[in-house]
């Protein structure tokens, strides 16, 4: 049988970076076999003429917590044929541990019965990193910004209302509480009303109402007596 190529890939995480994949076929019949391409022999940390794949060796680099699952996937399609996708960790021969993705096919030949198992692995690895990486960023830059519109907010009370710092928080969070808003919420429109030329005049009436949903009386509790 002629090598296997090796297939494109593209991860919108990684850009121009080609993700690692490779491509397989199991042979049943006539003669059983396991072929690699050198991207299946790269995923597995060996370079073509290390080792010669085997089911058996396959299934030895699956990760021991997903081994069995992946068997009797594997089984089930060599029986029956059909499509089968799988989302595993591998182990490689170097210790390396990579969540790969893996996708194929049971080929039924003329009696109906499976003949071979194609798919590819693609290495998600790197991937899922870049993009964890991103939303941890995002994170905390979305933090950050919320606590600088809260911040802002606070300074425009303590301006407008001579309060302190203290005080002017703990006026925008009864605010948000009787509104049943977020926090950010009532900051940012307050923050909006002061930036803005046009509505700026509707800035004090926005502070008295702030003021005015912080006192006790009109906090939704029932008045003493």
Not at 47 to 59: A, I, K, N, Y
Not at 106 to 131: F, H, N, P, Y
Request: hydrophobic content about 40%; some cysteine.
């Amino acid at each position: 049988m002629a090598e296997l190529s090796d297939l494109y890939t593209y991860s919108s995480a990684l850009g121009d970076s080609e993700s690692d994949a490779g491509i397989f076929k199991v042979e049943m019949e006539p003669a059983p076999g396991v072929h690699w391409s050198d991207g299946m022999f790269r995923l597995h940390g060996y370079q073509r003429g290390d080792v010669v794949p085997t089911l058996e060796l396959v299934f030895a680099h699956k990760h021991p917590d997903d081994r069995e699952r992946c068997e009797e996937i594997v089984v089930q399609v060599a029986k029956s044929g059909g499509f089968f996708c799988m989302y595993h960790r591998v182990v490689d021969a170097r210790g390396r541990t990579r969540r790969v993705l893996t996708s194929g096919e049971g080929i039924l030949g003329t009696d109906g019965s499976v003949v071979a198992l194609e798919g590819v692995m693609v290495d998600l690895s790197r991937t899922l990193q870049r993009e964890t990486e991103q939303t941890a960023r995002e994170a905390v830059a979305g933090a950050t910004a919320t606590r600088t519109v809260i911040d802002q907010a606070r300074g425009i009370l303590m301006g407008q209302l001579k309060l302190g710092s203290d005080d002017a928080f703990q006026m925008l969070v009864s605010a948000s509480s009787r509104r049943n808003v977020k926090l950010v919420v009532v900051a940012a429109e307050l923050v909006q009303l002061a930036n803005s030329p046009e509505a700026r005049n509707y800035l004090d009436r926005a502070v008295r109402a702030i003021q005015l949903h912080a006192r006790p009386d009109h906090t939704g509790g029932r008045r003493a007596g």
